[in-house]
């Protein structure tokens, strides 16, 4: 399976635009979403269709993944038949609601490698929440499995979600306490990676606002936020990136531990902080995470 860690950001930008996506390769995202769905009229889909397939193959050596239409739109089948080649790496789907959604996709892009020659389950799979039933089915919907293996990792969309909830969503996201909640567990319960927050959309050029909101998902356990305007990219990677003295710190918790622990220690004091194997655990994922970010 291909790898899209670490995944602080994810920057969308319409097919019908490919200097946007040109453009969006340069802002430094971690990857850059080519949008079929919502940013896209229906008159224009055939069109987009060819630019996004025409942009895959451009920028093979890209993270490039592309959002198709939902199951029952009409175009998900022509979208996945156009856009799917050896070079991509993922797709997004939107508006899952079920298990079943799963498997019914899994076997369409089985379908698609077989045609193209790519390893069966090499492409990764981001599944958009954005509904209350979706909501309510995602811990089924994130611990079905596959053959062959997947990568299916979960996005919170928070404006489809308000709409059917007939919800506004609000400044300090009080009223998406929940569903990111949910969200979060379920990956966890079902052993994915951690899930992408939906963009922060109610003011572009408010960036402490911006910040506040990923800030709010961090704590809840997502790993990164998508973003709709590159303006929003630098700020999310930073919130969702570990601070050099959180590298510093992790460092030197797991080099203190692993020395005791060689003594028959598994427990100890660093600068007046407790240290057992949950946190240890801890530190080591801050490294690794360092470490994948070092490579990009």
Partial sequence: MKTMSPLRTALFVPATRPDRVDKALHAG???VIIDLEDAVAVALKDQAREVAKR????????????????????HNR????????????GLMLPKVESAEQIHEIHERLLACERRCASPPGALALIVLIESAMGVQNVFQIMSQTVEPARMIIAAFGAADYGLDMGIKVGREGVELHYPRSRLALASRAAGREPPIDTPFMI?????????????????????????????????????????????????????????????GIAALQLDGKFIDYPVVEHARKTLRVAEAMATL
């Fill in 29 to 31: 995202a971690d990857i």
């Fill in 55 to 74: 942009k895959v193959i451009e920028h093979a050596t890209r993270k490039l993944i592309v959002r198709v239409n939902a199951l029952n739109s009409g």
């Fill in 78 to 89: 022509k979208d996945l038949e156009s856009v799917i080649s050896p070079s991509l790496i």
């Fill in 203 to 263: 003011d572009l050029k408010d960036m402490d606002a911006l910040r506040a909101d990923a800030c709010r998902a961090k704590q809840l356990g997502f790993q990164g936020k998508l973003c709709i305007h590159p303006s929003q990219v630098q700020t999310c990677n930073e919130i969702f990136s570990p601070a050099p003295e959180e590298i510093s710190y992790a460092r030197r918790v797991v080099e203190a531990f692993e020395k005791n622990e060689a003594e």
